[in-house]
C-alpha cells in the first residue's frame, strides 16, 4: 500500500506562487499517473491536474490552465504541482493521489484514483 504526503501549502497573497510536493512511501508510484484534487470550504473535491506515468503527458482543469504546471521524478517517488498567479478562488485543501492501475495517461475522475495523501491547505488572500 502506498502512501501519501502532501507538503509546501501556505498562505499566499493573491499573484503569488507556491510550489506543493506530494512524497510516495510504501511502494513505488513508477507505472501509475498521479493526480492533484482540491476541496474548498462548502464545495465538492474537484480535480487539478494529472500526469501519466513516464511524465510526458499532463491534463488541467480549465480553471488552473496555463497557470499551475504538474511534473514527476519517479526516481524520488515525488509528484509537484507548481502553482502561479495565485487567485483567491483557488483556496482550498489540496490532495495528491495516485492512480489505481498502471501504464495509463493522465486521469481526472477520483474514481480512477486508489490512493490520496491527507491533504495540505493553500490559502491566497486577496
Known amino acids: 500500500q502506498v502512501q501519501l504526503v502532501e507538503s509546501g501549502g501556505g498562505l499566499v497573497q493573491a499573484g503569488g506562487s507556491l510550489r506543493l510536493s506530494c512524497a510516495a512511501s510504501g511502494r513505488t508510484v513508477y507505472g501509475y499517473a498521479m493526480g492533484w484534487f482540491r476541496q474548498a470550504p462548502g464545495k465538492e473535491r474537484d480535480f487539478v491536474a494529472s500526469i501519466n506515468w513516464s511524465g510526458g503527458s499532463t491534463y488541467y482543469a480549465d480553471s488552473v490552465k496555463g497557470r499551475f504546471t504538474i511534473s514527476r521524478e519517479n526516481a524520488k517517488n515525488m509528484v509537484y504541482l507548481q502553482m502561479n498567479s495565485l487567485k483567491s478562488e483557488d483556496t482550498a485543501v489540496y490532495y495528491c493521489?495516485?492512480?489505481?492501475?498502471?501504464?495509463?495517461?493522465?486521469?481526472?475522475?477520483?474514481?480512477?484514483?486508489?490512493?490520496w495523501g491527507q491533504g495540505t491547505q493553500v490559502t491566497v488572500s486577496s
Open positions: 493521489a495516485v492512480a489505481a492501475k498502471t501504464w495509463s495517461g493522465p486521469l481526472s475522475r477520483e474514481a480512477d484514483f486508489a490512493s
